[in-house]
């Protein structure tokens, strides 16, 4: 299973509803997509920034379950997905690389 940083911002270019009663729909249709995948495990965290327009998920579950969950919200939002490496097996991943080309050297 991945951990994930999903950084999000609102798409301008999405068909936004002007009336703020379809705002309101379209809103609570989204926060409830969301209370859906932290009620499932996938959302782990989740915070919107100062501009009130973007923030930030931390997610876990498979890759492809990650996409399926971002994808619910297109064309609204935009999203950058980035896979978490944990510090010791970056660490590691790193030393067994360097060692490698050390010996590839000799």
């Known amino acids: 299973m991945g951990r994930f940083l999903v950084l999000w911002q609102q798409n301008p270019q999405a068909p936004w509803p002007t009336n703020p009663v379809e705002?309101?729909?379209?809103?609570?249709?989204?926060?409830?997509?969301?209370?859906?995948?932290?009620?499932k495990g996938d959302i782990k965290e989740i915070g919107w920034f100062m501009d009130g327009n973007s923030g930030y998920v931390i997610a876990?579950?498979?890759?492809?379950?990650?996409?399926?969950?971002?994808?619910?919200?297109?064309?609204?939002?935009?999203?950058?997905?980035?896979?978490?490496?944990?510090?010791?097996?970056?660490?590691?991943?790193?030393?067994?690389?360097?060692?490698?080309q050390i010996e590839t050297a000799k």
């Open 23 to 39: 705002t309101l729909k379209l809103n609570e249709m989204m926060w409830a997509g969301i209370d859906a995948q932290i009620k």
């Open 60 to 100: 876990e579950g498979t890759s492809s379950v990650i996409m399926g969950d971002v994808s619910m919200f297109s064309p609204w939002i935009k999203v950058e997905v980035h896979e978490i490496i944990d510090h010791e097996t970056a660490k590691a991943t790193f030393r067994a690389v360097l060692k490698a």
